[in-house]
Nanobody, 119 residues
Framework: QVQLVESGGGLVQAGGSLRLSCVVS????????MGWYRQAPGKQRDLVAR???????NYADSVKGRFTISRDNAKNTLYLQMISLKPDDTAVYYC?????????????WGQGTQVTVSS
């Protein structure tokens, strides 16, 4: 029922920029938090950035100053603006959201979008 659709990934050279988008649809509750995670080949899925209503964004130390997370509550859309990309940023980026209903709070994931940064 709940669907997260990510877009904006691609292949860029080091120093380039990308903006990822995540649109949440099918929700019958309120979105309490949204975030971006990434998983490189052979690695675990790690937090990139997360934002919740009324709170400061939380960033992984490796992306601070380069990535900016933003949220459009009216459109149920999450963005990740990435600049000064490095080869180490290469990973599948996943959108994550927490949705609260009368049944409780549940976590949902998108299918992921590939970001590849060449040297």
């Amino acid at each position: 029922q709940v669907q997260l659709v990510e877009s904006g990934g691609g292949l860029v050279q080091a120093g380039g920029s990308l903006r990822l988008s995540c649109v949440v649809s099918g929700s019958r509750g309120s979105i309490s938090a949204m975030g971006w995670y990434r998983q490189a080949p052979g690695k675990q899925r790690d937090l990139v950035a997360r934002i919740s209503s009324g709170s400061k964004p939380n960033y992984a130390d490796s992306v601070k100053g380069r990535f900016t997370i933003s949220r459009d509550n009216a459109k149920n859309t999450l963005y990740l603006q990435m600049i000064s990309l490095k080869p180490d940023d290469t990973a599948v980026y996943y959108c994550n959201t927490e949705i609260t209903t009368v049944w409780g709070t549940n976590t949902y994931w998108g299918q992921g979008t590939q970001v590849t940064v060449s040297s």
